[in-house]
């Protein structure tokens, strides 16, 4: 076997503690894949109100842990639990004026939250005594303990030399602050081109100071070294293009497998789809359409944000609903944006009978939408990674999307789904189109890329074995 690594991972969200999006779910699952390898993986969070208020399985432990900011010690309490299923063990960082908040961001004060998070999780690993050969750290929120470990934590003997991963989840988010914040932490450093006169960002600092740079996608680490998709830092990731990677997130095969998913009215597998046919019926009763099997039920799930797509969405939908491609149903389920609420609240209307709009956030049904759907949209302006379109294939409805980001690298063009590239919506209804022809003249090659898509390996371990190769190479750098 392979030399076991002990691997810390820094994130301001871990599922199922905490979750907004993406980041949750990678937090929660890549460890328990590493452990599986062999790993000492450990995890480190801030103790949100929702632990400091008490949550089953998550103790204080009795450490003193004093943490050094400019102003003096701050005396912190450490929380500590294990991933769900698992023996990974998983801190919780203790702050109660930091942390003990109703919400995870959003706060004026945030760059310091995770400027403090950081430096106390990094700390922690002195305190237990174990030094960690790779620190993992994920997004802006985990960036300060990269900076601080590539400088002023190069004179602690504990720290001297520990290589750094860095994963961006999403670029849009960078944690800009002013310049004092390197005398909160004690960091002594020159300030980089992509900064302001007085600035720091985070996002920056994590990918200038980590040894290995990532993303959640192949084609998206292509995507942000260029100046449509690099959110002002292009510059400083085409310079580090060397160590920039993409690997795809996996899909946590414990909660998304029809076989057993619980919130389906009916299970099935690749071997025996019948179960299908169930589920898609109760959906269709469910959003009042006719109980039809011989026409295509089109859906969608996604937050309703202009990133997924939406404005070219619209006028392909009232497309598909004047029959311009064949009789069709279609079933969207989201919530977001007033207006692409507006929009889809009006086309239901026009259109009842042939579609339906859930317009709230349900994660009990949307199981349902992906199992008794035979198609599933996509057609975001850019996509990290995208877990939409793995969960719809491994249900059997196959995915149309655009060719962007990690949809790119997970849907195969008339082999897993169908997809499309340029962001316009006669590309978007051609690809729809198409795709409905060969659903109504094919039923062999429909049946085939259905296979594809359930059959397809989107799992943790896939991704683990990727970032495996990341700390390998991480450690060798030093
Ligand atoms: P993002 O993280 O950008 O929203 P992803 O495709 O990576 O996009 O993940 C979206 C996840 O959220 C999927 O699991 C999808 O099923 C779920 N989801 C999105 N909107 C809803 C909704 N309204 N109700 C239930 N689940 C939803």
Not at 185 to 195: A, C, D, K, M, P
Not at 297 to 320: C, E, F, N, P, Y
Not at 372 to 394: K, N
Request: glycine share 8%; net charge negative; aromatic share 12%.
């Amino acid at each position: 076997m392979a030399q076991s690594l002990k691997i810390l991972f820094l994130s301001a969200e871990v599922t199922p503690f905490a979750k907004t999006g993406g980041l949750g779910d990678v937090s929660g699952s890549l460890p328990i894949a590493l452990r599986a390898m062999g790993h000492d993986v450990r995890v480190i969070m801030p103790a949100y109100q929702n632990i400091e208020s008490g949550y089953p399985g998550v103790e204080p432990i009795p450490v003193r842990l004093d943490v050094p900011v400019n102003f003096g010690d701050i005396p912190t309490g450490v929380f500590q639990g294990t991933l769900p299923n698992s023996d990974v063990p998983i801190y919780f960082i203790a702050e109660w004026h930091l942390f003990n908040r109703p919400d995870l961001y959003g706060y004026w004060d945030d760059p310091y939250r995770f400027a403090f998070f950081g430096r106390a999780a990094l700390a922690l690993t002195a305190v237990l005594d174990w030094r960690p050969d790779v620190v993992h750290a994920h997004d802006w929120h985990a960036a300060p303990a990269i900076t601080w470990l590539a400088t002023a934590g190069q004179s602690h003997p504990h720290f001297q030399g520990i290589p750094t991963v860095f994963t961006i989840h999403n670029l849009a988010h960078q944690g800009k602050v002013s310049w004092e914040i390197f005398d909160y932490l004690g960091i002594q450093t020159h300030s980089l081109v992509e900064e302001a006169y007085g600035e720091v960002n985070f996002m920056a600092r994590g990918i200038y100071h980590a040894s290995i740079v990532n993303t959640v996608s192949p084609t998206y680490a292509r995507e942000i070294t260029t100046s449509d998709g690099g959110a002002g830092l292009d510059g400083l990731l085409r310079h580090r293009q060397y160590d920039l990677h993409g690997i795809l997130n996996g899909l946590d095969y414990d909660v998304w497998n029809p076989a057993t998913d619980r919130r389906l009215a009916a299970n099935y597998d690749v071997d025996d789809m019948n179960g299908r046919r169930h589920n898609r019926h109760i959906l269709q009763e469910k959003a009042n359409l006719p109980l039809r099997d011989d026409i295509p039920l089109v859906a969608m799930i996604s937050r309703l944000d202009w990133q997924k797509g939406l404005d070219i969405t619209g006028r392909v939908i009232h497309l598909l609903m004047n029959n311009f491609a064949g009789d069709a149903q279609f079933i969207v389920l989201g919530t977001g944006e007033r207006h692409y609420e507006q929009m889809f609240a009006r086309l239901a209307s026009y259109h009842s009978g042939k579609m339906a709009a859930f317009l709230d956030y349900n994660a009990g049904f949307a199981p349902m939408v992906y199992a008794g759907s035979d198609l599933f949209l996509m057609p975001s302006l850019f996509e990290p990674c995208g877990l939409g379109q793995l969960i719809a294939m491994r249900y059997g409805s196959v995915p149309v999307v655009r060719a962007t980001g990690g949809l790119a690298d997970t849907v195969q063009e008339g082999i897993t789904g169908f997809t499309f590239n340029h962001y316009s919506e006669d590309a978007f209804w051609h690809a729809l189109q198409g795709a409905i022809h060969i659903y109504y003249t094919d039923k062999e090659s429909w049946h085939v890329i259905q296979h594809n898509g359930m059959t397809a390996d989107f799992s943790w371990q896939r991704s683990a074995q990727g970032y495996r190769q990341l700390y390998e190479w991480a450690v060798a750098k030093k």
